[in-house]
């Protein structure tokens, strides 16, 4: 039997049987040369036998189900497998035969689940991995497909079958050039097999090289003339060349070979469509309509050509045809949403983009677009579900990943993004969507060495692009790497000169180096092309603001504002304001901001500040009334409200106020000071100089507070005291605004 000589196999076992006529031994041998005889009936028969005289043997359950595999009848095979598993789950022969046999019959889910069972008791098992990598790419999931098909090609380089199943998944892939490594080594062998011309060909013309890949694709075509793909590749391959009639004709040709074979004639559509053509395309895509009436495809071609030339009505008249035919069909319900959109129709468009995922609830892209549509109307929430459920849907999807850690990067969830985007990234280091959201991400939470590290690799992918190398510079800025910073900006520059993004790294480092002569200049020069930037005029206003160009600096952040309002450019504009002089500019900057942010309690509390120094107590004391409901542990706020009551002639509510401050933030100079003159106010002046005699210890270079103390000792009647401290405060040589006072109160105690 092992030489394969079945005769004498037969003629041995025949004497064998004579012997001993109950053995079943040769009941098992007679099944195992019925099975090397290709006689797959009578082999399951003799296993059968064995088996019936033995139901406990797995062994012979086994190779009855081996025989069925053989025999084309899975469903018996599959249930006889599953006993034996029962019993040695674990055996990586028998769940080998299982993978087998569900791959036979289709099954391709549990083919790839116990193929990799085998793997992970075996470790290597190469019959093992073609199945797992065939059955991936049944289901279409190719990246497994590759990571299972290549080590088995290169164990066995032999197997044409497989080389081609791995160059279709490199094709696939995007990776013709791997695809050409492939299937290089069996070019000589390759002469009579049009499949694997055709691949070589297909192969060819994905990386460029189309006179090769016309070549290749014509032999493909002579040995398989009536093959409508290899004919379809031809024809696109000789359009591409700019031999547009030979590449019609070539379609034309498979067509007429096979009417209903849809690629044929979606690329003549397609080259009508290019040629712009649309009578034409129309007329295509009628015929295909009509070779396939139940099917979606000519409906959706009619609807993209009368929408190219023009026609709206027929063309959502033809679209609406073909979500008639196949209501979750993707082009149709993709262009109607579009249409829809374009009305202001979004809720109709949404209907669209869920006809398509009850159909096919795996389509990322179609996920991606809802969460656009959704994020266009500020449903904020809903547009993340729409990703995180296309990530859930497709675990292997690195787009779904990468929409989703873009999508929560652009919103500001950080640690979101960066959660979203570092499982894909492990599986593609170099992938640039990747790189970018992760180390956006890290600079944002201050990861600024991991943010280095992805933006490094970055450069090294796509080295010729200005873009990541301002990335980079942005993070050594973060870091304080300003020589690096610098570096990588400049190198963006030579790459692309008008870049605004590396000139505004450049301007920030010479803020950061009191190179502020550069920085204006700088600036200045992308004022020219961009003048209506917002970083620009951000830029602008922070460089005249170090150089103590006021009026420049009020203009340049009012720009930005006017561009894109946002709080840090206000809270500027207003301090510069009321520096400047111009105290209602300066409320009117930050009314405007609170009036549309009410919860922005930072910004509230700047304008009761400004209230308070331009002496509107009343709008002062509704601010901080309000910040202390909003926040009512906050001293600072506290005490701004009690000195605010106390301005006002309203001592005893001061008093209360001045009070909680303190209790809050007892070592606090501004509360003990509010305190001491309240109490002062109230009446109460000798616990007010033992309140204010400790905030002259907290500041003792504070004039008003020597000032206040000086008073609250006089008016406890510490005459003397109060001199001491009084000619202590006016002995100073620099000049303090409360000097007047302190001079017209020196004579009052005698001094």
Do not use: C
């Amino acid at each position: 039997l092992i030489g394969g000589d079945l005769t004498a196999a037969r003629q041995h076992l025949a004497e064998a049987q004579r012997l001993e006529p109950k053995s079943m031994r040769l009941v098992a041998l007679d099944g195992d040369i019925a099975f090397a005889a290709r006689d797959y009936a009578a082999s399951e028969k003799a296993y059968q036998s064995w088996l019936d005289a033995e139901k406990w043997n797995d062994v012979a359950r086994s190779d009855v189900a081996l025989a069925q595999i053989a025999g084309d009848r899975f469903a018996p095979a599959i249930k006889n497998l599953d006993k034996v598993l029962l019993d040695v789950p674990k055996d990586p022969n028998v769940n080998y035969l299982r993978a087998l046999a569900a791959f036979r019959a289709h099954q391709f889910t549990a083919a790839q689940a116990y193929g990799l069972a085998v793997l992970g008791i075996l470790q290597s098992s190469p019959p093992a991995e073609l199945i797992v990598g065939a059955a991936s790419y049944a289901m279409r999931q190719y990246a497994m497909a590759d990571k299972y098909l290549t080590p088995y090609v290169a164990k066995f380089p032999q197997n044409m079958a497989a080389r081609k199943l791995l160059a279709s998944v490199e094709l696939t892939l995007g990776h013709p050039d791997r695809a050409m490594t492939t299937l290089t080594p069996v070019l000589d062998k390759s002469a009579d097999d049009a499949q694997m011309l055709a691949l070589i060909g297909m192969a060819a013309a994905r990386t460029g090289n189309l006179t090769t890949a016309s070549d290749y694709l014509k032999q493909a075509a002579e040995k398989a003339p009536e093959n409508a793909a290899i004919r379809s590749e031809l024809g696109a391959t000789q359009v591409a060349l700019g031999k547009v009639d030979a590449g019609i004709e070539d379609f034309q040709q498979a067509i007429k070979t096979h009417p209903t074979e849809l690629s044929p004639r979606l690329q003549l559509f397609l080259t009508y469509m290019r040629a712009k053509e649309y009578d034409k395309a129309i007329q295509a895509a009628e015929a295909l309509q009509q070779a396939v009436p139940n099917e979606p495809e000519g409906y959706d071609m009619l609807g993209v050509a009368y929408l190219a030339k023009g026609d709206i009505k027929n063309g959502r008249d033809a679209l609406l045809k073909a979500r008639g035919v196949a209501p979750g069909d993707l082009n149709a319900n993709q262009n109607l949403a579009k249409l829809a959109l374009a009305d202001n129709k979004p809720d109709e468009a949404r209907q669209y983009y869920q006809s398509i995922l009850k159909a096919s609830p795996k389509t990322t892209t179609v996920y991606i677009a809802l969460a656009e549509l959704e994020d266009g109307l500020g449903h904020v929430k809903a547009a993340e579900t729409a990703l995180q459920t296309a990530v859930q849907m497709n675990p292997e999807d690195l787009l779904a990943k990468a929409a989703l850690a873009k999508f929560e990067l652009y919103k500001g969830n950080f640690q979101a993004a960066l959660t979203a985007a570092l499982p894909a990234l492990q599986k593609l280091p170099r992938n640039p969507a990747l790189l970018e959201a992760a180390g956006r991400a890290r600079l944002a939470l201050g990861r600024t060495g991991d943010a280095i590290a992805n933006f490094k690799t970055l450069v090294e992918v796509v080295p010729n692009a200005a873009w990541p190398r301002v990335l980079l510079a942005s993070a050594f800025a973060a870091d304080g790497i300003s020589a690096s910073a610098v570096t990588q900006a400049n190198d963006a520059l030579k790459i692309e000169p008008d870049n605004v993004a590396a000139k505004l790294v450049l301007i920030h480092e010479y803020l950061a180096t009191n190179k502020l002569d550069q920085a204006r200049a700088l600036v200045a020069e992308i004022k020219q092309s961009a003048p209506d930037d917002f970083a620009v005029n951000d830029a602008d206003g922070t460089v005249a603001q170090a150089q103590g160009r006021i009026a420049d600096a009020i203009a340049a952040f009012s720009n930005a504002i006017r561009i894109s309002d946002n709080v840090t450019d206000r809270q500027r504009l207003a301090a510069l304001q009321a520096a400047a002089g111009r105290p209602k500019d300066a409320e009117k900057t930050m009314e405007t901001w609170v009036a549309a942010h009410p919860n922005d309690l930072a910004s509230r509390k700047m304008l009761g500040d400004l209230y308070l120094a331009n002496h509107r107590f009343t709008e002062a004391e509704a601010q901080y009334a309000a910040l202390v409901k909003a926040e009512p542990k906050d001293a600072d706020v506290i005490n701004n409200l009690a000195w605010t009551l106390s301005l006002m002639d309203r001592p005893k509510e001061a008093l209360a106020y001045a009070r909680q401050a303190v209790t809050l933030a007892p070592d606090s100079a501004n509360a003990l000071d509010t305190l001491g003159m309240t109490l002062l106010q109230n009446g109460i002046p000798a616990e007010a100089a033992t309140e204010l005699n400790k905030a002259w210890q907290k500041s003792p270079n504070r004039a008003d507070i020597q000032l206040h103390l000086a008073q609250a000792l006089a008016k406890s009647g510490k005459n003397s005291d109060a001199l001491d401290v009084l000619r202590g405060l006016l002995l100073r040589s620099q000049a303090f605004k409360e000097r007047d006072e302190a001079q017209k109160l020196l004579p009052q105690l005698g001094g």
